[in-house]
């Protein structure tokens, strides 16, 4: 059962635009959230979080949205750089942390 | 701290054989978990630990998968017999908390011939 949905397995933006990816998830017990980064042949990097009591949190190009009742979540980034191009892992906690399936992002120059 | 240490990097074993995973979490992470990272279902959670007790293990696909954290430095996950169905890449990460950010190790990519 699938408990966190990333729906778009690729996203390809132009350098110096926004990027936004998409996450959804199915259990209203999840109270963390986190996006992860990651590079082939690396493990996956923390990038930015938000708490389920708050619905923005900012940390420089990167912008991370929360809708509890939709149960949604997104991650923005602006404006988009080619060093940005990776696969985006969109996680939820309940102290375990479930993972979506990624979305591969490509920055063009 | 050098991170979450994973070995092997790379596992290369014959169908039937028995396959272990090795992780050494960050010094005093609480949590530890176990992933498989598939095209399909993206970072499988397969089990997760705290202070050193499996806490959920439904992620686990069969009872050919076992885990195991003897004490708060090492864990291992071992495939006992491996099956070509079990390549993918295996990453073990460590948190100091429930609800805070994960460390990941490099993984270990597995391949089953």
Redesign the interface.
Known sequence: DQQVKQNSPSLSVQEGRISILNCDYTNSMFDYFLWYKKYPAEGPTFLISISSIKDKNEDGRFTVFLNKSAKHLSLHIVPSQPGDSAVYFCAASANDMRFGAGTRLTVKP | DAG?IQSPRHEVTEMGQEVTLRCKPISGHD?L?W?RQT???????LI?F?NNVP??DSGMPEDRFSAKMPNASFSTLKIQPSEPRDSAVY?C?S?PG??????????TRLTVV
């Open positions: 979450v949590y978990f992933y095209m399909m279902r993206g970072l499988e959670l997760y705290n806490i959920d990453f990460a948190s429930g609800n805070t950010e994960a460390f990941f190790g490099q993984g």
